[in-house]
């Protein structure tokens, strides 16, 4: 049986994950792609190499965010959040950014650490998603 | 390093695995949701009870799905599949797809195997996505 989220449970599976699937649309059609993350402030934030989404993003910045955790093909959870993307250009903010997702995800390429070190490469495209809705179903 | 994968890469990615992320516009934005699915003849067949994605994607049919094999933050294959959504809606092929997907996921519902039995309930939406390009990356 499956069975709707609250807000608060929805929160709690955005906080809790690692991979988040992008969406945003392309030359009219969805797009996805994984991307690890971290989730504060109502935020989802990451960083990407500029390319066809970054691209996608800056031209229609509406896009969504998907989480779940799937435990089995009958216990699971996912939610679906919306909201827009937003760069992050100030060299403060892209260090702070960059130095909180280093520490949820040591295994980031030395390019990137050392990035994070002073946040000026703007190689890097720092982002957020600010959130504005999300919905979530569970089973199981 | 991020490497492209082959057309042939690709997918294998999809015919293996049994999760996707299925990806449309809803009211020009974009939505995400997984999706158990079986993969043959460069298509993605998967069922789903009539809501939000089945209106949509009847409305707007280009699709796609997002397939991805994540060992760790650093080895990863992920590939991106786009095709047409398309209703089956004969009873002998609902049949043959809900046989399948029941074979390949033993755990669906009652409700859903006793469907199988003769793929007359149009409760359940039986559905292909045709696809009809792909891209892959991997890295690690």
């Not at 945003?24 to 969805?30: L, M």
């Not at 955790?69 to 100030?90: H, K, M, P, Q």
């Not at 280093?102 to 650490?113: A, G, I």
């Amino acid at each position: 049986m499956i069975t709707r989220l609250s807000e608060v449970e929805c929160r709690r599976v955005i906080q809790a994950g690692r991979i988040a699937r992008l969406g945003c649309i392309v030359d009219r059609e969805p797009y996805i792609v994984p991307l690890n993350y971290n989730s504060e402030d109502n935020c989802v934030y990451s960083h990407s190499l500029a390319g066809l989404k970054i691209k996608a993003l800056r031209r229609n910045p509406r896009a969504c965010v998907q989480v779940d955790e799937i435990e089995s093909d009958l216990c699971w959870r996912s939610v679906l959040a919306y909201g827009n993307f937003e760069e992050i250009i100030t060299p403060n903010q892209r260090k702070e950014v960059l130095g909180k997702l280093l520490k949820r995800f040591p295994m980031l390429t030395p390019v990137e650490s050392s990035i994070a070190e002073d946040g000026s490469s703007l190689q890097v495209i720092v982002f957020r998603i600010k959130l504005d809705r999300m919905t979530g179903v569970s089973e199981g």
